[in-house]
């Protein structure tokens, strides 16, 4: 995709996005994507030549292949929002090969999804494409229903199936998340003696987190916070909802709370306003863009290719890794889902979308 296509996605946002340049948390202090991520970065932490192999794996397939890059195709919708809801758009993805294939027409660096899933497709698949599987969900069947993170799968049925990586979900800020925190920190050890990469999904949820009409869930700080906590049980990749707002804990502590900490300069020279000195923000807390930032690709809508598009312009212009796309992709036919997947790794690997 030119430049020229990518502007026309972004519309009235094109210069705002294309001609940013940061000036809370500079470029110059982050350690942004490249091919030499693992032997510049990882290397040098305590992860085994094992993971180094399978992360490298990981950024050695798919179109962005050697860019530091990557666009990861997530389908574990069939628990986390009912199969029944997730797939009526499209039927086809009742049937697991499907999403795999999805994956490698749409030239993705990985697949993740349900153990059921990648289980019954790994003899097939596995060495084709690397395989993240999710190991705890969040399931809609219980009544009344409730939100929490169990565990699913072992690491050892993903390893036993060819895994390159593991992925897990903590839902910060809830009453159980003290408990998930201990249970992906015992995974993610075991994944990294086995040989696995680690993908978290620092998710907040709490309904306290809705204050004053605003949805503080994608607030800068608060997932910036998350961000902080996913690496420090070490997590090899993070992925976050993309930020819209901020002041998450200034809110939380009217009318005499105390939550958390939080400190004025994150608001007045951290972050600012725009959609990519909030991300940035996001890239920061996590080591400063050492343990690389991906953003979720959200529902799918009305204008999919150009939400998506501009998704992945904040995301790479504030120093993040990719994106993990899933619903705008498999909730339409695969030749579809493969271009819109295409188009967000056009913006990868277009050399006039640079780091603001």
Known sequence: MELDQIVSYLGDDADNLLKHECTTIPKSALTVPSPETVGNVL?????????LRSFQQL???????????????????????SAGASFAPNPA???????????????????????????????????????IVKINHNELLTYPNKFDQVMFASV???????????????????????????????AFELA?????????????????????G??????????????????????????????????????LNMEGSSYGKTDERIYTQLTSEHPIDLARYQVA?????????????GPSGKNDFAEAVKTAVINKRAGGMGLISGRKAFQRPMDEGAKLLQAIQDVYLNNDITIA
């Open 43 to 51: 290397a040098g932490s305590d992860r085994s030549n094992q993971v």
């Open 59 to 81: 950024l050695s397939t798919g179109r962005l292949a050697n860019t530091g890059y990557v666009s990861i195709l997530p389908v574990d919708q069939g628990i986390e929002h």
């Open 93 to 131: 993805y009742f049937d697991p090969e499907n999403i795999v294939k999805l994956a490698i027409e749409g030239g993705c660096n990985a697949v993740a999804s349900t153990l059921g899933v990648l289980a019954i497709t790994s003899r097939k698949y596995a060495h084709k494409i690397p395989y």
């Open 156 to 186: 050892r049925q993903a390893w036993d199936m060819g895994a390159s990586g593991i992925g897990a979900t903590i839902y910060f800020g809830s009453e159980e998340s003290t408990r998930q925190l201990q249970e992906v920190s015992e």
């Open 192 to 212: 990294h003696e086995l040989g696995m990469y680690t993908v978290l999904w620092c998710y907040l949820r709490n309904p306290e987190f809705k204050q004053g």
């Open 214 to 251: 605003v949805d503080y869930h994608t607030a800068a700080d608060l997932t910036g916070q998350a961000n902080h906590l996913g690496v420090t049980i070490g997590a090899d990749i993070i992925k976050q909802k993309l930020p819209d707002t901020n002041g998450g804990f200034k809110a």
């Open 285 to 297: 807390n996590g080591y400063m863009g050492k343990i690389g930032l991906i953003n979720s690709g």
